[in-house]
């Protein structure tokens, strides 16, 4: 064989390469592409709905982004800086969830649907990533919330777990560039939903959802100066409640806590 022969080939062999071989895609282009597709934005932005059934139209995208996810080895996500691995850990857990779903969609009224007695949905080693096969609650609890690493709390209203009591799933990747500010959006549009998180006249005390509940002591580490609830909360008195004496009192952060039920129903958009 000639050589430029033996060149043609091999541009060609290349060229047919699939993309997360010719490296990882830090712009998360195909997760972005998929849920600018199929996210819509409901209640001013505050929250979102996913089109299931177009994503499961979309599946074999769906899953090769996936498979970009799993090519990448422990070792390369170790050099990467912290903002790069925050962007892939949270598409991971993200996409995997959508994955999950598809599994059982349409009969499927709520992600808990898919646990059982002794497991939770959230405790299925199914994702491949980093070298292992982990739970979602792996990704979440044991990379992104492992206390040292990232110590932040806004990861909370940027993992979605497909339920419309969760905080939206964003209608775009995380992408490293950006992500202190799409975590700050999401933080801002989950404190403006009133079916959430609200100041209550009747009460006189904040009812909150149920994540603040669940993962309160990650609002103790000192992200940004940060180190309660009431002290995260007052930086949102503006989104909690609309009399200015209700706001101060919110700011003034000697206010009392309550946590209101959550919705696991499907984040379902029906066409």
Same mark, same amino acid.
């Given at each position: 064989?000639?050589?430029?022969?033996?060149?043609?080939?091999?541009?060609?062999?290349?060229?047919?390469?699939?993309?997360?071989a010719?490296?990882f895609?830090?712009? =998360?282009?195909?997760?972005s592409?998929?849920?600018k597709? =199929?996210?819509? %934005?409901?209640?001013g932005?505050?929250?979102?709905?996913?089109?299931?059934?177009?994503m499961?139209?979309d599946?074999?995208?769906?899953?090769?982004?996936?498979?970009?996810l799993?090519?990448?080895?422990? $070792?390369? +996500?170790?050099a990467?800086?912290? !903002?790069?691995?925050?962007?892939?850990?949270?598409?991971?857990?993200?996409?995997?969830?959508v994955?999950?779903?598809?599994?059982?969609? !349409?009969?499927?009224a $709520?992600?808990?649907? %898919?646990?059982?007695f002794?497991q939770? !949905?959230?405790q299925?080693?199914?994702?491949?990533?980093?070298?292992e096969?982990v739970?979602l609650?792996?990704? /979440?609890?044991q990379?992104?919330?492992?206390?040292g690493r990232?110590?932040?709390?806004?990861?909370?209203?940027?993992?979605?777990?497909?339920?419309?009591?969760? !905080?939206?799933?964003?209608? /775009?990747?995380?992408?490293?560039?950006?992500?202190d500010?799409?975590l700050? /959006?999401?933080?801002q549009?989950?404190m403006?939903d009133?079916?959430?998180?609200?100041?209550?006249?009747?009460?006189?005390?904040?009812?909150?959802?149920k994540?603040?509940d669940?993962?309160?002591?990650? +609002?103790?580490?000192?992200?940004?100066?940060?180190?309660?609830?009431?002290?995260?909360?007052?930086?949102?008195?503006?989104?909690?409640a609309?009399?200015p004496?209700e706001?101060?009192?919110?700011?003034?952060?000697?206010v009392?806590?309550?946590?209101?039920?959550?919705?696991?129903?499907?984040?379902d958009?029906k066409?």
């Open positions: 064989m000639n050589l430029a022969r033996r060149g043609l080939l091999l541009a060609a062999s290349v060229l047919a390469l699939p993309a997360w010719e490296g895609d830090h712009g =998360h282009a195909a997760w592409a998929l849920l597709k =199929h996210v819509r %934005l409901v209640d932005g505050r929250a979102s709905q996913l089109r299931y059934a177009g499961a139209s599946r074999a995208a769906l899953k090769a982004y996936l498979a970009s799993s090519a990448v080895s422990a $070792s390369e +996500f170790a990467w800086p912290k !903002p790069r691995q925050m962007a892939y850990l949270i598409n991971a857990y993200n996409a995997f969830t994955e999950l779903v598809l599994t059982r969609h !349409p009969k499927l $709520s992600i808990k649907e %898919l646990g059982g002794l939770s !949905p959230w299925q080693k199914f994702v491949p990533l980093l070298g096969t739970s609650d792996g990704i /979440e609890h990379m992104l919330r492992v206390r990232y110590d932040d709390p806004r990861i909370h209203f940027a993992v979605n777990c497909a339920s419309i009591g969760c !905080p939206s799933l964003r209608e /775009e990747a995380y992408v490293a560039e950006r992500i500010a799409q700050d /959006e999401q933080a549009r989950f403006s009133r079916s959430r998180n609200r100041w209550s006249v009747g009460a006189q005390k904040l009812e909150l959802s994540i603040f669940w993962y309160g002591e990650d +609002f103790q580490l000192g992200h940004r100066g940060i180190s309660s609830i009431q002290a995260f909360c007052a930086g949102f008195a503006n989104e909690l609309d009399a004496a706001r101060e009192r919110i700011r003034s952060q000697r009392a806590v309550s946590h209101l039920a959550y919705d696991w129903a499907l984040n958009l066409p």
